[in-house]
């Protein structure tokens, strides 16, 4: 678009408008990233906190259910005594 027939100050004004944009796009690209970064981290210890909480879980119901077959052995147990 620029021709030699358009004058110089406004191809200067549109070299220097677009280097602005440029540096602008810049600095909202590392805002961005910098934003995505924290976000990231923030995740990684939502997902560590509930790797956690899962694991606590799983070991109580592990105990619950062997509690529970431990229950009913008793439980099987004292049937064939009364039965006897």
């Known amino acids: 678009m620029v021709t030699d027939k358009t004058p110089a100050h406004k191809r200067i004004a ?3 408008k677009g280097r602005e944009e440029w540096k ?4 909202e690209r ?3 990233a910098e ?3 924290l976000d ?4 990684e210890t939502r997902l560590s906190f509930y790797e956690q ?4 879980l799983k070991d109580k119901l592990t105990a619950a259910e062997s509690q529970i077959a431990n ?5 099987e147990s004292l049937k064939k005594n009364s039965g006897k």
């Open 35 to 37: 934003k995505l970064k």
């Open 71 to 75: 229950q009913q052995k008793t439980l």
């Open 40 to 43: 990231l981290e923030l995740n």
């Open 30 to 32: 590392r805002e961005e």
């Open 53 to 56: 909480q899962n694991k606590e």
């Open 14 to 16: 549109r070299a220097e």
């Open 24 to 27: 602008m796009k810049a600095i």
